[in-house]
């Protein structure tokens, strides 16, 4: 059974800023007796001199003084550096919501009324430190996180990197054994086999290398004027051929105005078109057609890819965009999946400030992926 984590707040450092000598002293020895070590201000003025002194964890802070008021002393420290995340707790003998509010508003975490309750304020005080500790904590655990992050994107870049070319060797040589024959029946079956398993390796490293390129921020959005629909065009006149061996029509229509140019990263947005075109062909049975279609509306474009597919099962849709997320479908020609096609995309999709999602047809007809782009967001500015 997991224990509780023990959390030290001893020793805390807590400012106490009151114009009245007597409030400050009885919470001064309040605190000290529970384990604090305590700094006293007697203005506003003096507090923002005392907190560059010593950085306190915590801040008890009178609303009413003479000088500036406990609210702008408040906006005043919460502008400090490194003070933002320091807990400040309103000590005030205003009980109304008006004056609550306007607390937190100036950046206030809770408050105290006087009289002071002892015991109250000692669990308050108790609370937000404890609080501002599990902050830190959590803080440090998404820095490890984004550092060991990096780390396996770095070591999937190199290893993809470095596998890339012995496997495209790999390729060319079962290539080079096909043609410089003659090979019986069984030599050209494994011939073959060496060339679909290189293929197959090729497309996973490439697609590992993409994504952790993508992931690790190397591969800057570097956007230029562009065509959208002469990325399309070509992307479909690239994929016509692989959809022909199945018998696939490959058809695109427009509706609406479609800008001429928008600022897109070319090379990205292509590699999107071209995941999201042969994931349609990949699950689309002989003889249907893929309909690619841009619309615009407004400033909203809309890029959709229709196939007449199996769609996507009742259940699994949450698998899609995510990494190495597969769907019990399987593709209709014997290609192979890594999963990561549709993750790439969404991540160049968020780098473009749009958004992808997907859904089944009406009718069960197959699967629909849209892509919604902000025109205004990507107009080329002159």
Same mark, same amino acid.
Do not use: W
């Given at each position: ?45 003096? *507090? /923002?001199?005392? !907190?560059?002194? #010593?950085?306190?964890?915590?801040? $008890? ?6 000088? %500036? +008021? &406990? ?49 109250? *304020? /000692?669990?308050? !005080?108790?609370? #937000?430190?404890?609080?501002?500790? $599990? ?6 655990? %998404? +820095? &490890? ?62 697609? $590992? ?174």
């Amino acid at each position: 059974m997991n224990q509780p984590v023990s959390i030290n707040i001893d020793q805390s450092r807590i400012l106490v800023v009151d114009d009245d000598e007597i409030i400050r002293k009885l919470l001064r020895r309040v605190l000290e007796r529970s384990g604090f070590v305590v700094d006293e201000a007697g203005s506003g003025e003096a *507090a /923002l001199e005392q !907190i560059q002194a #010593h950085s306190p964890d915590l801040i $008890l802070l009178d609303v009413v003084m003479g000088g %500036i +008021d &406990g609210f702008i002393t408040c906006r005043k420290i919460k502008s400090s550096e490194g003070m933002d995340e320091v807990p400040i707790i309103f000590v005030t003998g205003r009980s109304d919501t008006g004056s609550i509010v306007e607390g937190l508003d100036a950046g206030g975490s809770d408050y105290i009324t006087k009289p002071i309750n002892r015991h109250e *304020a /000692l669990a308050r !005080i108790r609370n #937000h430190l404890k609080m501002r500790v $599990l902050m830190k904590y959590q803080r440090e655990f %998404i +820095d &490890g996180l984004k550092k060991a992050n990096l780390a396996k994107n770095r070591i999937i870049g190199i290893a993809s990197h470095d596998l890339r070319n012995p496997i495209a060797s790999i390729r060319g040589l079962s290539e080079f054994l096909e043609e410089a024959g003659p090979l019986t029946p069984a030599q050209r079956e494994i011939a073959n086999t060496i060339q679909s398993t290189s293929d197959s390796m090729l497309h996973l490293v490439d697609e $590992l290398l993409d994504l952790s390129v993508i992931e690790s921020g190397e591969e800057r959005t570097d956007r230029e004027p562009c065509s959208i629909f002469e990325i399309v065009s070509s992307s479909l006149n690239i994929y016509q051929f692989t959809a022909s061996k199945k018998s696939i029509n490959l058809v695109l229509e427009d509706e609406g105005e479609i800008p001429e140019l928008l600022m897109l990263d070319k090379m990205q947005f292509r590699r999107l078109v071209d995941n999201v075109l042969s994931n349609a062909v990949k699950y689309s049975p002989a003889n249907t057609s893929v309909v690619v279609l841009l619309k615009c509306h407004g400033d909203l474009l809309k890029m959709t890819v229709e196939d007449e597919g199996p769609g996507i099962p009742d259940g699994e849709m949450y698998k899609l965009f995510t990494d190495f997320g597969k769907t019990s479908v399987q593709p209709t020609g014997n290609e192979t999946s890594t999963g990561l096609g549709l993750s790439i995309c969404k991540k160049i999709v968020d780098s473009h400030q749009g958004r992808i999602y997907a859904f089944n047809r009406a009718g069960g007809t197959g699967a629909c992926f849209t892509v919604e782009l902000n025109i205004r967001k990507l107009a080329v500015r002159s």
